[in-house]
């Protein structure tokens, strides 16, 4: 079997794992607030990733398998220590919404409230624009900015985990994907078949990066829900695949 179609098997299994798993958001809890439905996306995502390998779509699968790559760096960056993360992740999304209540004067009042109880100040860039606390131009851009990450590489970079570390290694080439670099672009067209051509390295790239993805998830989840996913069989495969293809 083609190393691919091993990551696939795998991701396949954990899949079924994960769905015959019940997890919980407990009221009041940041943690689980947090956790849960990012875990249920990332899981989301690792199934579209496998039917779009499925069917051969590989451009497609490498796509989003970009911006699973970027959700599990965000989620094991929370991971080094959620209990205090969490809060801020969730705190963020009120700045983020600043842009919809500024159409919504009705809002003005209760929002001036929730900002307050957030702590916005601390949010907020070291040289706004100007005073007024319903600017989104006066806050970092985004909610990982508050703990001095300027980006994805940084972030990278500061986790320092093995699974993370050897993924990353293909996040520059996956961005490709997203901004229709024209590496891949120029590459995709079979001027003699008249249409688009799959390239099957592709398909071991993101295969790969869906794997790991959800294994690093499912290993974070887990510490946070009583309900426990079994991952030690696939997590070993996944290490043995790694090692024996650098």
């Known amino acids: 079997m083609a190393v691919e179609d ?5 991701t396949k299994e954990l899949l079924n794992r994960i769905a ?18 990012w875990f249920k996306q990332i899981s989301q995502i690792a199934s579209d990733t496998i039917l779009l390998l499925e069917k051969n779509s590989f451009y497609n699968a490498c796509l989003i398998a970009a911006s699973m790559m970027e959700s599990i760096l965000q989620l094991t960056f929370l991971d080094t220590d959620m209990s205090e993360k969490s809060k801020t992740y969730g705190a963020f999304g009120l700045i983020e919404d600043l842009e919809r209540i500024k159409a919504h004067p009705e809002e003005y009042e209760e929002t001036q409230k929730a900002l ?16 007024d606390s319903l600017n989104r131009n006066n806050y970092i851009n985004h909610w990982y900015n508050f703990y001095g990450i300027k980006g994805f590489p940084d972030m990278a970079k500061r986790i320092r985990q093995p699974y993370i570390d050897h993924i990353y290694k293909s996040y520059t080439f996956l961005c490709g994907f997203k901004h229709f670099q024209p590496y891949h672009i120029v590459r995709l067209y079979d001027i003699h078949e008249k249409k688009l051509f799959e ?6 790239i993101a295969a790969e990066i869906t794997l790991y993805s959800l294994i690093e998830a499912v290993i974070i989840i887990n510490k946070y829900q009583e309900n426990k996913i079994d991952i030690l069989d696939i997590s070993q ?3 043995t695949l790694m090692l024996n293809n650098p």
């Open 6 to 10: 091993e990551y696939i098997k795998l």
């Open 237 to 239: 495969k996944a290490t």
């Open 199 to 204: 390239n099957p390295g592709q398909k071991w």
């Open 116 to 131: 307050e109880m957030i702590d916005y100040k601390r949010f907020l860039k070291k040289n706004p624009a100007d005073q």
């Open 20 to 37: 015959k798993t019940v997890l919980y958001i407990q009221t009041g809890d940041c943690v689980s607030a947090v956790t849960v439905p």
